[in-house]
């Protein structure tokens, strides 16, 4: 099983890229993401998933691990295969996913080719659980459905969101800029200061 690959680029197309090492060029599907780092003749490392089936063997190229590792999570939902979760990497970084996913924001994710509003409540259902907690510290818990952190925490970050999304934001962006007040501001913060520090973050 090859796991990363380093070389030049030779070519690439709207979802491929030929990986020259050592004189054997390696196809690579990649999202447009991977893809908008390579230039041609460049040299490159790249992490790979090897897909092994009876009629071919496919290698997917990423530029770092967290897409590899969200491509992996993403092909475990049922109706998610590998061209699809290519599609969602290509419209929206790892960090976007795990704030859409941790915020239950469905709409979010149809941004992507072929993700419509069933599959990707199926999305965020599947993967919440494991994307909750990722990267948005204490308020990541508010979507999540679990205990809320000490000293109220939760009731004022939900109340933040919602104030944030009545101001105008998705609730993605809503919940991201939560998590970034409550890294600020620490557990003990009032709804007044995490919709002021909020509001300077996203007017930044």
């Keep these: ?12 197309g709207d979802d491929w890229a030929i990986l020259d090492v050592g004189g ?10 991977s893809l908008g780092q390579l230039t041609t ?25 967290a897409e590899r590792d969200w491509f992996r999570l993403l092909s475990t939902v049922q109706g998610v295969g590998a061209k ?23 709409a979010r994710l149809t941004v992507a080719n072929g993700v419509g509003p069933k599959l990707a409540g199926r999305i965020v259902a599947e993967l919440k659980d494991k994307a909750g907690r990722l990267a948005l ?18 009731a ?18 809503a919940f991201g800029a939560v998590g970034q007040a409550i890294k600020q501001q620490g557990d003990g913060a009032s709804l007044e200061q995490l919709v002021r520090t909020c509001l300077k973050e996203l007017a930044a």
Excluded at 1 to 12: P, W
Excluded at 156 to 173: K, P, Q, T
């Design 84 to 106: 699809m979760a290519l599609a969602i990497l290509s419209a929206l970084s790892p960090q976007d996913l795990i704030q859409a996913i941790a915020a239950q924001d469905k």
């Design 1 to 12: 099983m090859i796991g990363k690959l380093t070389g030049k680029l030779d070519s690439s």
């Design 156 to 173: 004022a970050a939900e109340d933040a969101i919602s104030a944030l999304v009545n101001l105008g934001y998705g609730r993605a962006e």
């Design 24 to 33: 054997v060029g390696y196809l690579l599907f990649c999202s447009a993401r």
């Design 137 to 154: 510290g204490p308020a990541a818990v508010v979507g999540t459905g679990q205990a809320a952190p000490s000293g109220g925490m939760g």
């Design 41 to 65: 003749g460049g040299t490159f490392s790249m992490m790979v998933e090897t897909h092994v089936r009876e009629d071919h063997i496919h290698l997917y190229g990423f530029a770092d691990a």
